[in-house]
Nanobody
Framework: QVQLVESGGGLVQAGGSLRLSCTASGSIFRINTMGWYRQAPGKQRDLVASVSDGSTKYADSVKGRFTISRDSAKNTVYLQMNSLKPEDTAVYYC???????????????WGQGTQVTVSS
């Protein structure tokens, strides 16, 4: 059993900042990738940023504004969001790719989602 607990969403004015965090707990053997996706109303869920073995990936729309980081000792991933824009408004989902034992394949796990609303 694996649980992902997210925190840090909320309401902020354009130009402001928020920091999201997500902690994975439970039966974890090894984590491959940790990341964040977002989904706005009526749109598909898209990758925002991910980190794997020190390598990071960002959506073009957030490059230079968002920073993803990972604390491997705590199984926690952070998303620092600066210079927020109204178009960043969405539900943000934590995603973790992990294996629960050495014999099991890697599997995708999702958090419950946290709302980020940026007012103009």
């Amino acid at each position: 059993q694996v649980q992902l607990v997210e925190s840090g969403g909320g309401l902020v004015q354009a130009g402001g900042s928020l920091r999201l965090s997500c902690t994975a707990s439970g039966s974890i053997f090894r984590i491959n990738t940790m990341g964040w996706y977002r989904q706005a109303p009526g749109k598909q869920r898209d990758l925002v940023a991910s980190v794997s073995d020190g390598s990071t990936k960002y959506a073009d729309s957030v490059k230079g504004r968002f920073t993803i980081s990972r604390d491997s000792a705590k199984n926690t991933v952070y998303l620092q969001m600066n210079s927020l824009k109204p178009e960043d408004t969405a539900v943000y989902y934590c995603n973790v790719v992990l294996a629960t034992t050495s014999l099991r394949p890697y599997f995708n796990y999702w958090g419950q989602g946290t709302q980020v609303t940026v007012s103009s």
